[in-house]
């Protein structure tokens, strides 16, 4: 399993309503390194939900559940998508500052990469984020 962070800004597409519509598919996206993050990402692996602009932190968890296929709404382009599933929200939202504070995490690509709107996360980075959150398995 693969670990991910994927962003939305939550005026436009919040963690509400990801988890009303419980399976969404991941649309938008228009960046050519987030499409080959969309593209490396396999049924099962998880994601980071992240609350861009507003908010500036995780709020959820989603599992990814159809790998990367054409993207319906790219007018032009090879662009894809793939569906997530809502897992369930953070615990305690992680927010951008406590992220930038936290010691180790100088390399994740959310820091080093602040636009990337799909970006990967290591499985250590993973657990040190799902720790700062209260997040387990079933959370």
Known sequence: MAFWLIKSEPDAFSWDEQVANDVEPW??????????????????DRAFFYHSNVQRAIVGVVEVVRAAYPDPTAESGAWVCVDVRAV???????????????????????????????CPVSAEHWQVLCQMGGWTEGS
Request: hydrophobic share 40%; proline share 8%.
């Open 88 to 118: 369930g929200p953070m615990p305690e939202p992680v927010t951008l500052a406590q992220i930038k504070a936290e010691p180790g995490l100088e390399e994740l690509a959310l820091v080093r990469q602040s636009r990337l709107s799909v």
């Open 27 to 44: 649309t938008g996206v228009r960046n050519h390194q987030a499409k080959k993050n969309l593209a490396a990402m396999q049924v099962g």
